[in-house]
Each structure stands twice: as C-alpha cells, then as structure tokens.
C-alpha cells in the first residue's frame, strides 16, 4: 500500500494514473492485487473508473455490486467524487475476518 | 484501548493485561481459532488473512471508541492477525473492561459481531487435499467381499 506524499505515489501521480486496490474475489477475478489506471488530467467520477475497469474484467462486474469503495482510505458515499492522478482507489468486497 | 493489526501470534495473556485496571471488576476476553473445517477441496490447515491496513486500523479505533461509548468500558482491545494463521492458533482477540460483568459481556459480544461485518479483512482457506484411498487395498477388499 502506498501512502500520501510517497515517492511511488508521486511516480503514479506523474505517469497519470490512479493507483487501484483490489481485495479477495476482487484481486481474483482481475489477476492482481494492484494496478496503475490512466485516468485524464481533470479527473475521472468514481463510476467511470470502475466502469473502465469492469469493460476491462467482466468478472468484476458481480462483485462491483456487492463491495464497497474507498478513495484515499475514506469510504466513497457519491460515485460522481472524482478521481485524480496519483489518487488510489480500493474495491472491498464483503468483509470476512475473525 | 488497544488496536492491533498483527503477523504475529496473538496472545491472550497478553490481551488481559491490556484491560487491567483497579476501578473495573468485569473483564471479558473472547478469542476466535481456526478450525480445521471441511470443504470440498479437504479439510482446512491454514486461513490466509489480508486486509487493507489504513481504514481496518481506523475502524477498528473506532469500535474501540463505540463500546467506550455505548457501554461504559474503560478498557477495550480489538487484535487481528493477517497473513497465515494455521488450525488452532488465534485469528482474532476482543474484549472489554467495565464496571460489572453483564456490560463487559455485552461490550465483547458487539466487538465481535462488529469486527466481522465493518472490519476490512477477507480470509482464504488452505485446505489439505483428500488423499486416495490406495489401489492394492480397494482391489483385496472387492475380493475378500466378493
């Protein structure tokens, strides 16, 4: 996980793109636990973004459904909230622990 | 108040000791182990725990504040492992210490139930493959019943 202010979070940042997190089935039905997206200088809302990356990985699509977002580490309540670069967003799947 | 998010084996003893306080008479402890489940793929040896450290830590400070809150507990711990926790080793520890017993139950009990549903922590067995029964002795039993 990157933090603010990091040197591979500014890397992201300068490449333009947002740094995805993906949890459990979700990190399953993508391949990996982390991604760079290109996202453009303006921002994307929250819900283009995973509308990209679900056209991208349609087994996303079920489990986008039944997960929640976070964005910077704060749970996102408005899906037109915008992404920018060098920002990260994180798919939570429902939760399993204990 | 304790959070912790650990590789590390979880001790009780050491939970207890997070709750120790002169003015609090009622102190429950509740540890969750793995079992050695069966599932189709063979019985569970291990849980894969992650998480997603920033906000599991955050909400986990926060249920900590909730049962301070809700049920007067002076003290209250909320540990979790991640990474692989194997059958009979602890996975996670709460509990409470308030004034009396039926709080500190009460407290322990919403901890868990809390942790489990707003905590970010996903598990993955590990599971034993059912090994085949050998050949040799499949054929020597259809003979000996045949």
């Known amino acids: 996980m990157t933090e603010h202010g990091s040197p591979a979070r500014r890397a992201t940042a300068a490449a333009g793109h947002a740094r995805l997190l993906l949890f459990s089935s979700a990190r399953t039905a993508v391949g990996t636990g982390a991604l760079d997206w290109p996202v453009p200088a303006q921002g994307t809302p929250v819900r283009e973004l995973l509308d990209e990356l679900s056209r991208a990985h349609p087994a996303l699509v079920a489990i986008l459904a039944h997960s929640r977002i976070f964005h910077d580490g704060v749970p996102v309540f408005r899906l037109d909230e915008r992404v920018r670069a060098g920002d990260e967003v994180a798919v939570h799947p429902p939760y399993g622990g204990g | ?146």
Not at chain 2, 22 to 46: I, K, M, N, W
Not at chain 2, 62 to 70: A, I, N, P
């Open chain 2, 1 to 146: 108040m304790s959070v912790r998010l650990s590789s590390r084996p979880l001790v009780p003893s050491a939970a207890y000791r997070e709750l120790e306080d002169p003015t609090l008479g009622g102190v429950v402890l509740f540890a969750g182990r793995v079992r050695a489940d069966p599932t189709e793929s063979g019985t569970v040896r291990a849980l894969l725990y992650e998480t997603h450290r920033g906000p599991a830590l955050r909400v986990m400070e926060e249920l900590e504040t909730e049962v301070k809150r809700r049920f007067g507990a002076g003290r209250a711990v909320v540990w979790h492992r991640v990474g692989r926790v194997r059958v009979g080793e602890i996975a996670v520890i709460v509990g409470a210490a308030c004034g009396h017993r039926e709080p500190a139950f009460e407290a322990t009990r919403y901890l868990i139930e809390q942790l489990k549903r707003t905590v970010p922590v996903w598990k993955e067995a590990r599971a034993r493959p059912v090994r085949p029964r050998p050949r040799r002795r499949l054929r020597r039993r259809a003979r000996s019943t045949g």
